[in-house]
């Protein structure tokens, strides 16, 4: 990665430092491309090596400009390095940094790894006892919580198929007396529809045997009209004979209307009761199951802490490990890489730090005189193109 180039007087601290250096002396063609370790993962070096330059080109470097012309055009050439530095100082931050949170994460696998290794090969050390007895009673806590879970889960399995068994059941009977419920109200509104036809037609009958008792008086008070008097006789026999026919069927169909009204109302009130206790037995399953899943969550919370619990002893023990250094052969890998990646770490520090203060070390009357000067020329070429413009 190519770092951030600054002028040779600011890498040395001062314009006037660059006659310090001999002919033969190593110049870094990019800001701090120092050479780092190989990181496990796959992170490798930030940068180029350091290069040596030529002496032609030390002398290049050592010569200071003279003059007005002179001083412009290295004012103005600072600008360019100024920014170019800062564009390749902001790229090889973002690398160092990132190179070093990757190193952070793998050192802190790689101590949890040291753990479980001590853990797994039984590593005995006097300053590791107190971790390992503490492990262990996580480890104890995690095996009860599993077990506690797994018997939650079950337990929740059995009422679930129960509550449900029962809601069916529950169901069933409510439709059987809904549907019983709803036949008899079929049959009652039958029965009703005909005993108010039957009721309808007799009162009709009635009015119409009124009718004829009237004409008939009328028709018996004159001689000419016997005959008529005695066909509305024969009349009122026919409609007689229907009212008695009505009548019966009235005095029948009344108590069964009656027997079907209270047969209905019953069969209601059962089908009421029937759905009342689906319905408090669908409440009571959801409180059920609300209850066992809260269980539940409780048991696999738990089984997460004190796994979390094992898993921030293991660490601590591979900090212990690492501190104590039991010489256990099968540690040995682990050590190394541990310290592998400290060095890698502590050394993307140093290089982040350098950066910073190689930041910090610009000439900046240089480079404010270095834009003043390019805005002018910028400017100046503006006019003489207007002018040269305006001639033609």
Partial sequence: MAGATFPPEHALGGRGQMAAMSPTAAVSRTMLATPAPQLAGGFGATGPRTVAMKPSDVARARATPTG??????????????????????????????EERDGAETLLAGAIRDLGATVLREGVQHPDLTGYLEAIGRAEASREGAIADLA?????????????????????????????????????????????????????????E????????????????????????????????????????????????????????????????????????????????????????????????????EAASLTEQLGHAALQARPAVSSLLSVYQRVDRLQETIADRAREL????????????????????????????AGVALWFFGIRR
């Fill in 151 to 207: 018997a939650a889960e079950h337990q929740k399995a059995i009422e679930e198929t129960r509550l449900a068994a029962q809601e069916s059941a529950l169901e069933a009977e409510w439709k059987a007396a809904n549907s019983a419920s709803d036949d008899a109200d079929g049959v009652l509104r039958a029965a009703t529809v005909e005993s108010e036809r039957v009721r309808a037609r007799l009162a009709r009958v009635e009015s």
């Fill in 68 to 97: 007005p012309l002179g001083e412009a055009g290295s004012s103005i050439g600072y600008v360019y390095v100024f920014f170019r530095g800062r564009y390749h100082a902001a790229d090889r931050r973002r690398r160092l940094i």
């Fill in 353 to 380: 730090a350098a950066l910073e203060r190689a930041a910090a070390s610009y000439d900046g009357r240089k480079l404010a005189r270095g834009l003043t000067l390019l805005a002018t020329l910028l400017a100046a």
């Fill in 209 to 308: 045997r009124a009718r004829l008792a009237r004409e008939i008086e009328a028709a018996a008070a004159t001689p000419e009209g016997q005959g008529r008097a005695a066909h509305l006789r024969h009349e009122d026999e026919g409609a007689a004979e229907e009212q008695r026919t009505l009548e019966a069927q009235t005095a029948r169909l009344e108590p069964q209307v009656a027997d079907l009204r209270a047969k209905s109302a019953q069969l209601r009130a059962a089908a009421n009761a029937a759905r009342s206790k689906l319905d408090q037995a669908q409440v009571s399953r959801r409180q059920v199951a609300g209850a066992m899943t809260a269980s539940v969550a409780g048991h696999v919370r738990n089984r997460a802490a004190a796994e979390q």
